[in-house]
């Protein structure tokens, strides 16, 4: 199984390691050793210059080569003998090379080793594997007896079917640290528990080493096993690759002191929605060592026995209600976790809860570590968020004029809890003289106002009727979100604002109803047709079309007075289109506007400028 190793060229065999040996000269013992590995790599050794591993560079020759290969000494760490590798990759199957190592300074000082040390790659080509790339400590219990072994996959020649070279299994190989060093990789001499083999399919990338010992170091190491080798295996010259790359990994201690737990990242949580009033969020830091799983522990706060004297007579079976003491909870978390939601829970009410590591399945006392918790932990996560009335608009409906619209932002049903939303007249010298609920649930207000009923979820309007138009003094109003406690309406006033208004009958702003969209004349029948939106704010009953004769100035304020050179024509409130047949030949302008009448005053929307001029016949 060991390479070619070459002759030494120049023996010295005193071992001059220093930062310089003279004036302008390093001492360095130069290569130690030279072994290869596969058909196109060499692992070559040596043992580490005295100069601080950040000021030295190493320099490794071979014939053939044309430009020296350098390796900061930073990047290289001693094996379990206190000497550096370095492997050579590239090289020409079935061909032997002479290697040297030189070790140069910071300030460029290099030294002058005359060693060389020759090795023959293999004559078979290998797989091209560059061995074993991490080992893991399982979490929990498993990590007493097991690893887990990582390594990058090996290149692949073939598709579908493999060539010769081509990985087709992988060798893992685990020696106690305490018995053999990685010298006895392949010493067969060595048996179970302390020389562990196991071989794997070619596919994977890493695997479960199962059935070691506890708080047990073990070197590792892993090796591809090419095709070629499933026909040639039996002829000696013919080589898989042989790389020496290992690492050093214990095993869990099954020793709970071992378990590194942060016992103080314990929190629990009450969720900001409406789940708050039924469930609490716990969260840690998730333990590290070997142990078998998490168990939660809950109660009312007023009920049953203290978490103190209660912890050293719990069930040893954690699965639910406590038999000891029913009013405790227990829930069994696998060790993975670093979360759970305790649901189900009672609204507005006080719980203690607790954590444990648990180092055996029964967790016993000596068996568990408790993590810090300051109970006690209400199930009620706060109110709603909401930012009140924003705006109050007058009536929109010539047929509701006593009625006003308070303009909110539904409360944010995410951020906390929120059963309802009052609304509160706020006092008047007319009265009322204190403040008043319109929409209490719980009792009228005894007012003449009233509230429309609204989703208070999903509401960005709310209605009131009632209000007078001939007021002098303005009605003022507050909108506050509630929850229920207990039976208890719970006002949140937090972000209380107060908006006012004095009802009266506002018509269409310019803005809110522009007019006429289009006039178009039928030629054939000399009609014409109008239309136009309905307006988007205000109050009004019809739309008056005015139809001047003839050019000149537009002015709707000489058709509201009736001068004799316009035509009013009234249009019903629902109407959008309109047509004028048989008109006369001639030129026109025409224009549209929104009015109510309240029976003794006409009052029209804002004047457009949208005013059509057309011509009739030729």
Known sequence: MCSCVGTVEDVNPNRTKG??????????????????????????????????????????????????????????????????????????INTEYAFSVQAKNSDGLISTSTLIKRAKTFANKTANFVGIGEVKNL??????????????????????????????QYEIILLDSDIATPVAFDDISFVEPFRKVVY???AKISHQVNGLQPDTKYFIRVRGIHKGMSTNGDDPNYRAEQNSNYILMGTLSDDMSTIDVDTSSFSVEIPRSVEGKYSLNTTWASAKGSFDHYRLYYKQTSAGAPWASYKSARDTVCSGKETNDASWSCVEIGFEKDRYTISDLVPF?????????????TCEIGDAIEFSSTPPYKTNPGHAKFNGIYAIENAKYYWALNEIYLRLTPPDINSGVVDGVLVELKERVSGPLSDVFLNHPDYASGLNLAVANFDYKTADEIIVSGVSLSESEPYCFSLIPYYYSDGNLIENRNNETTSCILPRVKTPTQDEFPGLTNAVVDSSTNTLTLTWGAPLGGVYQGFAIFLKIGGGPFLYSEGINSDPN?????????YSSYQIPFMNSGDYQVGILAYYNDGTTETFSEPNINVQPFTVGP
């Open 349 to 361: 009410t006080n719980y203690d809860v607790y954590l444990l590591v648990c180092g055996t399945k």
């Open 139 to 168: 979490p929990g219990f498993d990590g007493r007896t097991a690893l887990r072994v990582e390594w990058p996959a090996a290149e692949r020649q073939g598709t579908i079917t493999p060539k010769d070279e081509d990985v087709i």
């Open 19 to 92: 930062s310089a040996a003279g004036k302008g000269r390093i001492a360095f013992d130069g290569i130690y050793d030279a072994r290869a590995i596969a058909h196109d790599k060499v692992e070559i050794f040596f043992y580490p210059s005295l100069l601080a591993v950040t000021d030295v560079t190493y320099i490794i020759s071979y014939d053939g080569l044309t430009v020296e290969k350098t390796v900061p000494g930073a990047n290289l760490r001693p094996d379990y003998r206190g000497l550096l590798k370095y492997t050579v990759s590239g090289l020409d």
């Open 200 to 202: 794997v399919d070619g």
């Open 566 to 574: 316009y035509i009013r024509i009234n249009v019903p409130f629902s």
